[in-house]
């Protein structure tokens, strides 16, 4: 009871600190500084105690001097408060039910797994997506290039004045023509692909 009407004087003292003008912003800090130093030593006394924890009525007193410090926008005292206010539900919480802790940390351990998992899924998607989008490139560019030298060929082969180099541009020409059809073929198929990898990851 002393210890819950201690943080009580300190909240109320805290209330009634004036906030105007560099004097008080200083004279404010300190109060509340002080307060949540005794907050803490409060705290770190009842953790030495094996049997002890913050009771409901501090821990609402705790949580009265974080909103306190909250709106006080010190950050370095936010920073320290929201430790303390999260170190006392904490050890409420375990000393109400011992095996929450646990079974919260497994949970958080499952879910961390889950996460990784996901993310390694994502990574190796989109790791495919960027083989099949580069595959496409590739694949169309080589269709157009074939695409344009067997039409070189086919010229060449009209304009041949002897039989031998009209026999080779139409070998020529049916190699790159073959080489254009496979290129274009390779490249649907891989947009496909790719189409379905993009529609996967959003």
Request: with cysteine.
């Amino acid at each position: 009871m002393k210890q819950i009407l201690t943080i009580a004087l300190l909240i109320l003292g805290c209330g009634t600190i004036p906030v105007f003008g560099e004097d008080s912003r200083d004279e404010l800090y300190e109060e509340l500084s002080a307060g949540l130093a005794q907050a803490e030593a409060l705290v770190a006394g009842l953790s030495l105690q094996d049997e002890s924890s913050v009771t409901a009525e501090q821990l609402e007193a705790l949580r009265s001097l974080n909103r306190q410090i909250r709106g006080s926008l010190y950050s370095d005292l936010i920073d320290r408060s929201d430790l303390l206010l999260l170190l006392a539900q904490e050890q409420l919480l375990f000393h109400q039910d011992p095996q929450q802790p646990q079974s919260r940390l497994e949970g958080i351990l499952r879910d961390s797994s889950q996460d990784v998992q996901e993310d390694k899924r994502k990574e190796d998607r989109e790791k495919a997506l960027r083989a099949c989008f580069n595959t496409t490139l590739v694949s169309f560019a080589a269709a157009f290039t074939f695409w344009g030298m067997s039409e070189l060929q086919d010229r060449r082969y009209f304009e041949s004045t002897a039989i031998e180099d009209a026999r080779l541009h139409r070998r020529l020409f049916q190699v790159f023509s073959i080489g254009s059809l496979v290129g274009a073929t390779l490249g649907v198929v891989s947009a496909g692909v790719t189409v379905t990898l993009y529609a996967g990851t959003h």
